[in-house]
């Protein structure tokens, strides 16, 4: 009764932290502007099927892809024996699914160890990689520091987690009478124990249950703190992905208007909206005037920096990256919502993701190819902030390089981009003889 009570007052308070952290998270991403994703609903359902449970952008680099594919089967599988170690302190049990299970449970908890052993498998693999820093992506500048302790941390705790599980199995497995056959993975590493007392092994498997049962609490709550977080949010971004071909644009019906009447002033153009219609604002200078969706892309990035390798603006040296755009956006975020906490909504720290943590310079390096949104396993779109933020600074802030400058105003006075009266369009179809 004792162990019980500890363990359901263990689990209420890990459980409450980790919804109070996703509260907060949940409202810093409505921050963001009101958008509407609704439609083609059977289209999303497949699209998540396909990119976010079958990882079918994972395996376009088929290494990693591999050992992502067996971390991601063995969290998910693995999950079913936590379920058990959960109602068996709820409970006061002991192995509950073995009652309903009978034979088929060894075979059940074999398999989940020799997934164990893959997860552990892959993880080391992965550490080897970052330690390495092969390939070069994961040892960008951008990932030192917490970036980098934060994926190493977290791959060591798997690491800690499955030893304990297999740990725990183990000492039950060398017990005199065990009350389970023993398991496949776990009976090889039982004969450590031999000539341990049953009073020991007792201890060991209590013990390495409770910390398999903690770490997994907590575990739990430093997700919403870290990169892994992905893990709660891929599903989701995935579902509210941008079905729309890429390269296609948003345009502002106000502005749309006034181009098509600069085009053509004798065209009928719809009636000039009502003052209620009009854009507060152009484009985003700070994360809340972004769209929920792009601020849940914030939360989604994995920080595996594919959408940066295959960026030509980086290849070639410049100041752009986006995966430095999507962190930015998050860390921007984290910050508002911190000072939210600490001031209240209307607090203005006088900073914005604009100027403080994404430069012009990066912004206009970008060639709009859409390379990053293709390479992103979670269909993530730092394109679509990017753009946003140049938005800010040419309708808001009148700031663009000088070339589109002189672009601009040749649409503007000649209805083209080039420097010539429109009629004089015609004259290169003029022979000299």
């Not at 892994?228 to 106000?254: C, D, M, R, T």
Request: hydrophobic share 45%; aromatic share 10%; net charge neutral.
């Amino acid at each position: 009764m004792v162990e019980q009570v500890l363990f359901i007052l263990m689990l209420t308070i890990g459980v409450g932290f980790f919804v109070r952290s996703i509260g907060k998270i949940r409202r810093n991403i409505f921050l963001g502007r009101p958008l509407q994703i609704n439609d083609r609903k059977p289209e999303r359902w497949k699209t998540m099927a396909r990119v976010a449970l079958g990882q079918s952008k994972m395996v376009v680099r088929p290494v990693a892809g591999f050992f992502h594919i067996l971390i991601y089967v063995g969290f998910v599988l693995i999950n079913i024996e936590v379920l058990e170690i959960v109602l068996d302190g709820i409970t006061g049990s002991h192995r509950l699914f073995a009652v309903y299970l009978g034979g088929f449970y060894a075979i059940a908890i074999g398999f989940f160890e020799i997934l164990a052993v893959l997860v552990m498998l892959a993880c080391i693999v992965f550490l080897a990689r970052r330690i390495s820093g092969s390939p070069p992506r994961l040892s960008s500048s951008q990932l030192k520091g917490w970036a980098n302790t934060d994926a190493l941390l977290i791959l060591g705790i798997e690491l800690v987690l499955m030893t304990a599980l297999l740990l725990m199995n183990a000492a039950e497995g060398a017990m005199p009478g065990a009350e389970v056959a023993p398991f496949l993975v776990s009976s090889l590493i039982s004969p450590l124990f031999s000539g341990v007392s049953a009073e020991t092994l007792h201890w060991i498997e209590r013990l390495a249950w409770w910390f398999h049962a903690a770490g997994i609490l907590g575990f739990l709550n430093y997700l919403p703190f870290s990169k892994h977080f992905h893990i709660v949010l891929a599903f989701p971004n995935v579902w509210y992905s941008n079905l729309e071909p890429k390269g296609k644009f948003a345009n502002h019906q106000a502005v749309k208007r006034e181009v098509e009447l600069m085009m053509n002033p004798e065209a009928e153009v719809q009636a000039a909206p009502a003052e209620s219609e009009l854009p507060v604002k152009f484009g985003a200078k700070d994360v809340q005037d972004l769209s929920w969706k792009q601020l849940l892309d914030a939360y989604s990035c994995t920080e595996c920096g594919r959408c940066s390798s295959e960026c030509p603006a980086h290849q070639t040296g410049k100041l752009l990256s986006p995966r430095k755009i999507m962190m930015d956006t998050r860390d921007r975020l984290e910050e508002v919502g911190r000072n939210i906490d600490a001031h209240g909504k209307e607090y203005s720290d006088g900073k914005s993701l604009l100027g403080d943590f994404i430069t012009e310079e990066e912004l206009w390096a970008c060639t709009t190819c859409n390379a990053c949104t293709q390479a992103c396993p979670v269909n993530i779109d730092p394109l679509s902030i990017i753009m946003d933020l140049r938005r800010e600074l040419v309708l808001e802030q009148s700031k663009a390089p000088g070339s589109l400058t002189a672009m601009f105003n040749n649409v503007e006075n000649n209805a083209a981009p080039w420097p010539f009266s429109p009629s004089d369009r015609g004259n290169w179809r003029q022979t000299s003889h």
